[in-house]
């Protein structure tokens, strides 16, 4: 602890960790946050974090969540790009080719005054629903960080929100990404690196008859896109269906070994094309290789085969009527969609699609984390932010001469890496960490914590 005599130095220290964070080239980070290497560090608001589906609280509605902007306000902006097109797209049937039938498109301005962002909710169907583009029906409109309705029933928020995403990552990185830092999946060690940071989430609550399928309980599929405006046109930026598909096979770290350039191929392809040699062979060997650590050995090409054919093409599906765990049938806040999927990647059957050829168990069952406690019952459903709202970059929104303190008003958090050291080789280049400082301004206290590896 900290009390405010201090707080000018650790302000700085923090407002320097921040910078380092803002400029190091993350990868890995978690679900999909940071998966487009080419929006790392200048684009992040374009960048994806989650998708989740799942039936809302009152009966006959359902939910679609997105979030971006890894750790916003202090990795990622806190606010909406004004030139970035945000997009959910929906198509009528989890067994048919993923085009969208029906498309929401989030358009913001600049921040006003109090620093909200006005936006235009459109809504496309048909052929105007496949690609990105102004077209569509407004169906909303106002400021972010408040709910409006939409046109026809439901309802949508726009705005900052705590991370509902919950993962060991610094257990992830020393066990696929090749970090380090003295860590692993499973070590008994495990830390959830999102319980205190926030993101920008679009959340849109739908009666049942405005999704496909609703009468006869078959389902959609759903993906999040972004698209930024280039000369006129928009640009695919990043995409995301179910969580960690692209963070995983696109890894570079020492088991999977990637190409370079595979995640923002991934992100600038259509779901549609998933299935062709590049994706696919991809996919294959990320899981030859990740399920080579059990015990029963890796994936036969027969295995590969059918694995393939569950978890490409790279879309949510959903059904309210659906018996598969998640995020095979839509994903919930609190579903622990990671452990389902490092069991299967790891070699593991947990539904025991194959039979006596192998058992439910993988090399690595789970990360240890469990679901946050913020999530509300009702709409928005993600927790408030933590630390409240963003009010200007870097977190630190005024300093009251008067009283002596700083108004901060959610926690800096900052990915340490050696490789940024200033001097450069100062230390150990292999060196990583993590720190994040919350501010308590009703006790004028700071709360850090520091990890650091070699």
Not at 28 to 38: I, K, M, Q, R, T
Not at 344 to 351: E, F, N, Q, R
Request: hydrophobic fraction near 40%; aromatic fraction near 8%.
């Amino acid at each position: 602890m900290r009390t405010r005599k201090t707080w000018g130095a650790v302000l700085a220290l923090a407002a320097a960790l921040a910078m380092v964070a803002a400029m190091s080239p993350l990868t890995g980070f978690g679900a999909d946050h940071l998966d487009a290497p080419a929006l790392n560090p200048t684009r992040l608001e374009a960048d994806i974090n989650d998708l989740y589906t799942f039936a809302g609280a009152p009966s006959g509605t359902t939910v679609i969540a997105a979030t971006f902007s890894p750790a916003a306000g202090a990795i990622g902006p806190s606010t909406f790009g004004t030139d970035v097109l945000y997009q959910v797209n929906i198509f009528d049937a989890p067994d048919s080719a993923p085009v969208a039938d029906t498309a929401y498109r989030a358009k913001f301005e600049a921040a006003n005054a109090d620093g909200n962002q006005p936006f235009k909710l459109y809504k496309a169907t048909g052929a105007d629903a496949d690609g990105h583009s102004l077209t569509g029906t407004v169906v909303a409109e106002g400021v972010t960080n408040s709910t409006e309705d939409l046109t026809g029933g439901g309802k949508f928020f726009a705005g900052l929100r705590s991370d509902p995403f919950f993962f060991d990552l610094a257990g992830f990185q020393g066990t696929v990404g090749g970090a380090a830092n003295g860590r692993a999946l499973g070590d008994g060690m495990a830390s959830d690196f999102f319980a205190n940071i926030n993101v920008l989430a679009m959340v849109m609550e739908l009666p049942d008859s405005a999704l496909p399928n609703s009468a006869t309980g078959d389902g959609f599929g759903v993906w999040a896109s972004t698209a930024i405006k280039d000369n006129g046109g928009w640009d695919q930026a990043d995409r995301m269906g179910r969580p960690a598909i692209n963070t995983v096979v696109g890894s570079t770290g020492p088991i999977v070994m990637a190409p370079a350039g595979l995640q923002d191929l991934y992100n600038s392809r259509h779901p549609k094309d998933d299935l062709d040699t590049a994706i696919v062979d991809a996919a294959a060997s990320a899981l030859t290789k990740l399920s080579s650590l059990d015990s029963e050995g890796a994936f036969t090409s027969s295995q590969l085969g059918t694995l393939a054919g569950i978890l490409l093409p790279d879309v949510l599906t959903f059904s309210k009527s659906g018996t598969l765990p998640a995020p095979l049938n839509g994903r919930a806040l609190a579903d622990d969609v990671i452990d389902v999927e490092l069991r299967i990647v790891t070699g593991g059957d947990p539904l025991d699609i194959f039979g006596a050829e192998r058992d439910a168990d993988g090399a690595i069952n789970s990360d240890g984390v469990g679901p946050h406690d913020d999530y509300l019952s009702t709409f928005p459903y993600l927790g408030v932010p933590r630390g409240g709202k963003v009010g200007t970059p870097g977190n630190v929104a005024a300093h009251d001469g008067d009283q002596g303190i700083w108004n901060v008003t959610t926690p800096v958090v900052a990915h340490l890496s050696g490789a940024n050291e200033v001097p450069a080789g100062s230390g150990d280049p292999n060196g990583s960490g993590q720190a994040v400082f919350t501010f308590n301004q009703a006790t004028e206290q700071v709360c850090f914590n520091l990890e650091l590896f070699n």
